[in-house]
Antibody, heavy 117, light 107 residues
Framework: QVQLQQWGAGLLKASETLSLTCGVF????????WTWIRQPPGKGLEWVGE???????NYNPSLKSRVTISVDTSKTQFSLKLSSVTAADTAVYYC???????????WGQGNLVTVSS | DIQMTQSPSAMSASVGDRVTITCRAS??????LAWFQQKPGKVPKRLIY???SLQSGVPSRFSGSGSGTEFTLTISSLQPEDFATYYC?????????FGQGTKVEIK
């Protein structure tokens, strides 16, 4: 069974860089899009971006100038960095496994990241 | 970006009711659409993929239909555990985009 377990700092100050990592356990690491999705408190879901096992990325244009997603295939992990955070970046961040054909299937447990001013 | 417009945004319904939620895409997305259920404080759970395929383990009272720009999620007989927020997701075109959500509450 596929499991995604994520970790990272939960409290940041404005202008700092958000950093989260997601470990993948079970299943293949190839042939999938390793994805980040976020959800501000009480609001809807927003796709942040993705990376495949070869390192090819797609980002949400609304965040593109600040976001970096990287992958470490040897550790079956992928990471999210979001620079220059503000209070608007306060959200639960989810990692997920997806494919172009099937969309998002498996999710991590979510991490609440709070940005204080 | 492709805009996904869900309707209604919220609704009240009773146990046993038939519930239909609609998602309209601002441009055609073939059948690259999924439906998710989310309960407060929980991770979203996929119900439907490829517009009409039922995720393994999901009760058969859930069904999806549509292609192109208009999609529906139907719950044939609402159960107490179905009160939640539902989201559609298009994964045809980057950036992938979610509908704004439909909150199904108890009448």
């Amino acid at each position: 069974q596929v499991q995604l377990q994520q970790w990272g700092a939960g409290l940041l100050k404005a202008s700092e860089t958000l950093s989260l990592t997601c470990g993948v356990f079970g299943g293949s690491f190839s042939h999938y899009a390793w994805t980040w999705i976020r959800q501000p408190p009480g609001k809807g879901l927003e796709w942040v971006g993705e990376i495949n096992h070869s390192g090819n990325t797609n980002y949400n244009p609304s965040l593109k100038s600040r976001v970096t997603i990287s992958v470490d295939t040897s550790k079956t992990q992928f990471s999210l960095k979001l620079s220059s955070v503000t209070a608007a970046d306060t959200a639960v961040y989810y990692c997920a496994r997806a494919t172009d054909r099937m969309g998002v299937e498996y999710w991590g447990q979510g991490n609440l990241v709070t940005v204080s001013s | 970006d492709i805009q996904m417009t869900q309707s209604p945004s919220a609704m009240s319904a009773s146990v046993g009711d038939r519930v239909t939620i609609t998602c309209r895409a601002s441009q055609g997305i073939s059948n690259y659409l999924a439906w998710f259920q989310q309960k407060p404080g929980k991770v979203p759970k996929r119900l439907i993929y490829a517009a009409s395929s039922l995720q393994s383990g999901v009760p058969s009272r859930f069904s999806g239909s549509g292609s192109g720009t208009e999609f529906t999620l139907t719950i044939s007989s609402l159960q107490p555990e179905d009160f939640a927020t539902y989201y559609c997701l298009q994964h045809n075109t980057y950036p992938w985009t979610f509908g704004q959500g439909t909150k199904v509450e108890i009448k």
